[in-house]
């Protein structure tokens, strides 16, 4: 029996896992600024990061962990049980790895497993788990109410009666399956295979959807990204191929964030844990956001720019390191493609690097402190004080970009894109302390038998009008339908909500009620949503601890996997009750998905004539049907690094080493791949281009068992593009065409957008310029949510909801004075399609002139769902005339008896407000990025006005999307393709499937 571990008992666990338990790092001073010029300033003080001893499953520091239960005991596990105190009750469990499902960060969880009962008792960070080191955030040990939530799905339900009437009956899955699988089937035997999609929210896993998808040859993956990430991906990508930044931040000297990564930005926990880290070793950080955020709140620089404003900003403070020479002028010597833009836009002078230099110093002039504080409202000593630090701190700049600004601004996507040209001056690219292109920490393991990319191109996900859309087009959808473009004659919403969670809900709902333009509608989910009730099946997937995934992800300079598994299936083995399907250990009839996808495909194909099934056939076992074990199995043995190796090493396949531990680091520190020599194989059978520098090679390309997704390599007559030379060396480069960093982009140019050749500020939609401050006018900020939120799926945490469930518009003093507004009174935020009502809170936390609010809140059922709604959802009536729609809440969140008794003692009744109806699509015509800032009119609330109101008109939300439409700038491009196929792309087709003009059609200079 054991009620804590002893210091003795957390250094045998140590020992167990093979790490030194004594790692709490020395903490410095700051140093202090002291009006230090930016030529005199040493580099800070900044301790080292604590050294790394390696682990079978980590090998970074377990950090300031105070005790976890020793390893070896993880199979039975005795405590007291908290809640009999202060009796002595002892509990035993079985403790079985898996990781957090509630961002995208993959944390490692402990499910403890009562071992008499089954019941997961509660969910613990896991200590072997490289990226998270134990910790988690709220949400991951509120994993627990969502596998207990007393509103879930247990069993199949079929539509009866009108789509969105709330009637269902109860079905088998083997009627649900066949029903699915002969739809499909039939459309792709009639060669109707742009009518399949399937549109996932959190994809959780890497590889496996593509896999599934590829293997049916249709074009039918649809993301959310281009509402979240697309644009900040935009902006990385346009430097380096590569589209998202993978900081060092623990070694950092200086950070920058555009976005709230200590609360809860991307990858949330292991940034933030990271961060602080380096700031008790005395690195600075500066953030920028236009409210008081607590990631603000933690900074030594609180850079308060105007929503849209990023860039400028950062362009002035590019522009001081440029001309005070605080650059490292032989990294951009070396890896940008500045002689590429001497050549194309200054062709009359020498092509020289001193040239270039002094055309540099030339290009950002205009980019003052003074212009970047007018146009952002931030202080011009501020904006160099930052710049100095970034000088000082050299290559241990780390920086990252996720939503915020880049998801907020029309062209956001340069906010990003100027914030790289930060690491670019600093030369701090793949160093200790600065950024990686993220596929150097990234892992995604070779699975067997690998389907052929596809051969179509799906017009309604990837329309022509945006044909360097970093996404697909997903939020365009329902006005695709709308215009007759084509129809989804089977489609898929998957761990997705888009009625809720996207702009322009309303369209959503018109188009999923349309059973001409949505034939067959599945949703996959564990929970109800607003979405789930327009749909035809509603079929119940297991929540994050009921289900397998494979994953990695960029979180610190290293590289891992994560092993998500159904933790009461795994207890069952454990105790020696085998366990073919998920299901049978999961509650109700609750499936995993793998398991549903193997089931779906091999019904789809039972003979194999259409050449699917052999895809869904064991490895192991010729013509029978693959199982998870074999899929996970076969990877963990041929396709992970030091896997087999480490776990040979503890008497462990590799697929019982990761049921042990959950995770496995492949390789720890920073690893710049682009100054890797060329191959010599390669070299042997290749050739340079003088012209270009370019290296090529004839030689087959090698098998990598990583198969993250990266930018296409040129092919030519001279073979495959495989490096760059650099001052005479072959060097591997970065997947460009240049090969280099692309300062200047002829991709950009070449599709129709020269103006954005080069680092460049695009003024917002929200710009100061197109407000009247008289007549109310703001820009709304709703990118941002609070910390223990989680899109859809926080309404089924009792725990989170508890903490959090009101989202009030904020607003400065200043401007509420001069509205006559008030603390807690309710008013009417006017859109350009709409309004909505949400309550004030006055705060200095945000600029003046801005508003804001946050999203995840202001969930909804209707009367005819005869439904609770989880712990966040008003219930709410909705009407619709003609083009006009309106949603107002009959009563809010209300207490009611259920299997839990917390239900019976709700005592909050705020549901928040939502706000995502209001907005019409803002698609950047460059990035294919919605733009969800808004320009908005806030007045007092009218006569009438309710709490929570909600009015659009959808024919002037149709009208906003052609407005937006007309921006673009469409395909073909000078090769007569749809998209650069060099451009990432998820899920790639055939390069055939890339061509929208024959080659005879296309100009011969390209
Ligand atoms: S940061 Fe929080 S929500 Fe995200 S994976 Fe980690 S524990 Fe889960």
Avoid at 77 to 94: F, G, H, I, S
Avoid at 190 to 212: L, N
């Amino acid at each position: 029996m054991r009620l804590r571990i002893s210091a003795d008992d957390f250094r045998r666990f140590a020992a167990t896992l093979g790490r030194s338990a004594a790692t709490t790092p020395a903490t410095t001073q700051p140093e202090a600024m002291n009006g230090a010029t930016p030529h005199s300033v040493a580099p800070p003080a900044v301790a080292p990061a604590p050294s790394v001893s390696r682990l079978p499953s980590a090998r970074t520091p377990v950090g300031e962990l105070a005790a976890y239960p020793p390893a070896d005991q993880w199979n039975r596990w005795t405590e007291l049980d908290a809640k009999a105190w202060p009796e002595r009750v002892e509990r035993t469990y079985t403790l079985a790895p898996t990781t957090c499902f509630n961002c995208e960060s993959a944390c490692g969880l402990l499910a403890y497993v009562d071992v008499e009962t089954l019941r997961v008792r509660k969910f613990e960070g896991n200590p072997a788990h490289p990226g998270s080191r134990g910790r988690t955030c709220a949400k991951g040990p509120a994993t627990l109410n969502q596998v207990y939530d007393p509103e879930r799905i247990l069993y199949p339900l079929k539509r009866v009666g009108e789509r969105g009437e709330g009637q269902w009956e109860r079905t088998t899955w083997d009627e649900a399956l066949d029903t699915i699988a002969a739809r499909i089937r039939k459309a792709l035997v009639e060669d109707r295979k742009t009518e399949v999609i399937y549109h996932v929210g959190r994809p959780g896993e890497d590889g496996y959807m593509e896999r599934v998808l590829q293997s049916w040859g249709v074009d039918a993956h649809n993301s959310h990204t281009n509402i979240c990430s697309s644009g900040g991906r935009f902006g990385y990508a346009a430097w380096m191929g590569i589209d998202r930044p993978s900081p060092d931040y623990a070694n950092a000297r200086f950070t920058l964030l555009i976005s709230s990564h200590l609360e809860t930005g991307h990858y949330f926990n292991p940034h933030a844990q990271r961060i602080m880290e380096a700031k008790k070793r005395g690195a600075k950080l500066a953030v920028m956001d236009p409210r008081l955020s607590n990631t603000a709140s933690m900074a030594d620089y609180w850079l308060p720019t105007y929503p849209g404003s990023e860039a400028a900003a950062l362009l002035a403070m590019a522009n001081i390191l440029i001309q005070e020479d605080l650059y490292d002028r032989e990294f951009v010597r070396k890896w940008t493609n500045w002689d590429q833009f001497l050549r194309d836009e200054h062709p009359d002078v020498a092509p020289t690097f001193a040239e270039f230099e002094r055309i540099l110093k030339t290009l950002y002039a205009d980019y003052t402190p003074e212009f970047a504080e007018k146009e952002s409202g931030v202080p011009a000593a501020q904006i160099v004080a930052v710049a100095q630090e970034i000088g000082r701190a050299g290559s241990a700049v780390a920086a990252h970009n996720w939503r915020a600004a880049a998801a907020g601004n029309l062209g956001g996507w340069m906010g990003a894109h100027c914030l790289f040209f930060l690491n670019v001056l600093t030369g701090s690219v793949g160093t200790p302390g600065g950024v990686s292109p993220n596929v150097y920490d990234k892992f995604v393991p070779r699975p067997f038998a690998e389907p052929p990319k596809q051969q179509v191109w799906n017009e309604l996900t990837w329309p022509r009008e945006y044909p360097l859309s970093h996404n697909e087009l997903s939020f365009l959808l329902p006005h695709f339908l709308k215009d007759g473009r084509g129809k989804a004659d089977v489609y898929f919403t998957r761990v997705y909500n888009p009625v809720w969670t996207n702009p322009d809900g309303f369209a959503w709902m018109e188009a999923l009620s349309d059973e001409r333009k949505v034939g067959l509608h599945v949703a996959l989910t564990p929970t109800w949503n607003e979405t789930a009730w327009l749909a035809d099946y509603v079929l119940p997937m297991g929540v994050g601890a009921e289900r397998h995934d494979l994953h990695s992800y960029e979180t610190y300079a290293g590289q891992w996997i994560g092993f998500r598994q159904p933790v009461v299936r795994v207890a069952m083995e454990r105790l020696g009750r085998p366990v073919k399907y998920t299901y049978e250990a999961n509650p109700g009839e609750v499936w995993e998905e793998n398991e549903w996808w193997i089931e779906l495909s091999w019904r789809i194909d039972p003979d194999g004539a259409l050449g699917i099934r052999k895809y869904y056939e064991s490895p192991y076992r010729p013509g029978e049907k693959l199982t998870v074990d074999d899929y996970y199995g076969w990877i963990f043995e041929h396709s992970v690094p030091g896997l087999p190796e480490a776990a040979a090493r503890e008497g462990l396949t590799p697929l019982g080493y990761m049921r042990k531990y959950g995770a496995f680091e492949i390789r720890a520190g920073t690893a710049p791949a682009y100054a890797e020599p060329v191959a010599p194989a390669d070299l042997a059978e290749g050739s340079v281009d003088d012209a270009t520098g370019l290296v090529w090679s004839r030689r087959p390309r090698p098998h990598s068992s990583n198969i993250v997704p990266k930018p296409a390599p040129a092919t030519g007559e001279r073979g495959v593009q495989v490096g760059v030379q650099v001052d005479g060396v072959a060097r591997a480069g970065f997947p460009t065409p240049s090969g280099k960093l692309e300062f200047y982009s002829r991709t950009l140019r070449d599709w129709k957008w020269p103006e954005y050749a080069l680092p460049t500020y695009i003024k917002s939609h929200v710009h100061p310029s197109v407000m009247d401050p008289d007549r109310g006018e703001f820009a709304l900020i709703p990118t941002f949510r609070l910390p223990v939120l989680i899109h859809t799926r926080s309404n089924n945490a009792k725990w989170l909801t508890e903490i959090a469930h009101s989202n009030p518009l904020w607003m400065h003093p200043s401007d509420a004075e001069r509205l006559g507004l008030t603390s807690g009174a309710e008013a009417r935020v006017n859109t350009e399609i709409g309004y909505f009502v949400p309550r004030l809170w006055i705060t200095e936390g945000i600029r003046p002139g801005v508003v804001a609010c946050s999203h995840h809140m202001g969930r909804w059922t209707l009367p005819q769902h005869q439904a609770h709604g989880g712990w966040s959802s008003a219930l709410a009536e909705l009407d619709n005339s003609a083009n006009q729609w309106r949603l107002r809440q009959i009563h809010g969140v209300q207490p009611y008896a259920s299997d839990d008794p917390d239900t019976s003692r709700i005592w909050w009744k705020d549901a928040g407000v939502h706000q995502n109806l209001t907005f019409p699509v803002h698609p950047d015509p460059v990035s294919g990025s919605h733009c969800w800032h808004q320009k908005v009119r806030v007045e007092a609330a009218l006569a009438g006005d309710r709490y929570g109101d909600i009015a659009v008109d959808s024919a002037k939300a149709h009208a906003v999307y052609q407005e937006w439409l007309g921006l673009a700038r469409a395909a073909p491009g000078p090769d007569g393709t749809r998209r650069p196929h060099w451009f990432l792309r998820p899920y790639r087709p055939d390069p055939a499937a890339y061509r929208l003009l024959p080659p005879s059609a296309v100009s011969d200079k390209v």
